[in-house]
Nanobody, 127 residues
Framework: QVQLVESGGGSVQAGGSLRLSCAVY????????FGWFRQTPGKEREGVAR????????YYADSVKGRFTISRDGSKNTVYLQMNSLKPEDTAMYFC????????????????????WGQGTQVTVSS
C-alpha cells in the first residue's frame, strides 16, 4: 500500500530553519517524481519544489529558490525539504506528493500526474 507520511513541521521565528521529511512507503524510485506543495486557507495550492528519482534533477518555485533544498535518501525511502531563512509568508500547510511513473522532463516541467498525497504538516513562521 502506497503511503506518504510527512513530519518536521512546527513553529519558528523568521530567519529560522526547519527540515520536513516525507517517508515513502510502497514506492520504487526508478522513475518517480516527488514534490512539496504548500497551501494556506483561501489560496490555491502552490508547488514549492520537485525532485526526480535520480536525486539530482530538481525544480524550485521562485519564491523559495536559494532558501529551500529538496533531497532524497534512497536508503531511508525519504524525501526532505530543508527550509532556511524562513519568512512569515512561508507559513502554510506543507504536503508531500508523488507520481510513481513519469519521465524526468515531465517531472521538472510540472507535466506530472500526482497519484498520492501525504496528510500534510503545518509550518508557522512568526515575525
Amino acid at each position: 500500500q502506497v503511503q506518504l507520511v510527512e513530519s518536521g513541521g512546527g513553529s519558528v521565528q523568521a530567519g529560522g530553519s526547519l527540515r520536513l521529511s516525507c517517508a515513502v512507503y510502497g514506492y520504487t524510485y526508478s522513475s518517480s517524481c516527488f514534490g512539496w506543495f504548500r497551501q494556506t486557507p483561501g489560496k490555491e495550492r502552490e508547488g514549492v519544489a520537485r525532485i526526480y528519482a535520480d536525486g539530482i534533477t530538481t525544480y524550485y518555485a521562485d519564491s523559495v529558490k536559494g532558501r529551500f533544498t529538496i533531497s532524497r535518501d534512497g536508503s531511508k525511502n525519504t524525501v526532505y525539504l530543508q527550509m532556511n531563512s524562513l519568512k512569515p509568508e512561508d507559513t502554510a500547510m506543507y504536503f508531500c506528493a508523488a507520481d510513481p511513473l513519469v519521465s524526468r522532463s515531465s517531472c521538472i516541467s510540472d507535466s506530472w500526474s500526482i497519484h498520492h498525497w501525504g496528510q500534510g504538516t503545518q509550518v508557522t513562521v512568526s515575525s
